[in-house]
């Protein structure tokens, strides 16, 4: 029973070590509004490409029922869905990633702008962090934070980045 325990602990130590380091050395900036990619100001760190790692890391948060993770993926939309116009304004939409996984993003409209001219097949590239839940989860923080105490997200949609 003692070795179970110290296994456990072990763990769970080595997971706080990678969680503190990975946080540590990531850079935090404040961020633009949308802008054109071309013209776009550096991004917490370099917009990524549709890989499977940045989707597979999703669909790992997926199955450990996770909360509060940082992920970057892409995808293409797959339904646009109204607004959420309770509280806080949010643009939906959903992504069907190329695992097979759907996620729904969840992208504030009072502090970044609106994602233009969004369509179903439109191809997106996301930063923000998700959030479990039995339909595949959601990434919400894909905009910038206003005080500065958030790293800031992001989606990217027709070559403009909307933070």
């Known amino acids: ?14 997971y706080l070590a990678v969680r503190v380091a990975r946080h540590s050395t990531t850079p935090t900036s404040p961020a633009p509004k949308a802008v054109a990619a071309a013209a776009a100001p550096a991004l917490p760190r370099e917009t990524p490409t549709a890989s499977l790692p940045d989707n597979a890391a999703i669909m ?6 996770a909360r509060d993770v940082r992920v970057d993926g892409s995808g293409s939309v797959s339904r646009v869905l109204a607004d ?15 695992t097979g996984q759907s996620v729904l993003i969840v992208h504030n409209i009072d502090i970044a702008p609106r994602v233009d001219n969004l369509r ?44």
């Open 120 to 163: 179903v097949g439109d191809e997106i590239e996301f930063e923000g962090e998700y959030v479990w839940n039995n339909q595949g989860g959601l990434v919400h923080w894909t905009h910038h934070d206003p005080a500065q105490r958030h790293r800031a997200g992001w989606v990217k949609h027709a070559g403009h980045v909307y933070q």
């Open 84 to 98: 959420d116009n309770q509280g806080e304004r949010h643009q939906r939409f959903l992504v069907h990633l190329p």
């Open 1 to 14: 029973m003692k070795r179970f325990f110290l296994v456990v602990a072990a763990v769970i130590g080595l």
């Open 60 to 65: 790992r948060a997926f199955q450990n029922h």
